[in-house]
């Protein structure tokens, strides 16, 4: 299914999202400014990984093929902010 290879790609992005931000706070002693956008990047990703977790529990549930269709199109979304990546699927425009 699509679906899970755009899931595994956002899980893939997300885990490097957390290791920049981990990279960023240990180089040195952040100002109050870093850290707090290392703070909010890390939020960022626990709240991404919330809204897979919560698409997948929905697409889970036995909803109608059209359901899953605008799931997977939300994921897509949620994907297009790293359409430079290599691994990112052009398809999922």
Known sequence: ????????FLEARLAEDEGLALALSGDGDPDAAEARRV???L????????T????????NAG???FSAD???KFLIIMASVY????DH???WV
């Open 1 to 8: 299914m699509e679906m899970d290879r755009i899931i595994e």
């Open 39 to 41: 703070e909010r990047l």
């Open 43 to 50: 939020a960022e990703c626990n709240a991404k990984r919330d």
């Open 52 to 59: 897979i977790n919560y698409v997948q529990r929905l697409n």
């Open 63 to 65: 909803m109608p093929e």
């Open 70 to 72: 605008y799931l997977e």
């Open 83 to 86: 359409s430079g990546h290599p």
């Open 89 to 91: 699927d052009e398809r």
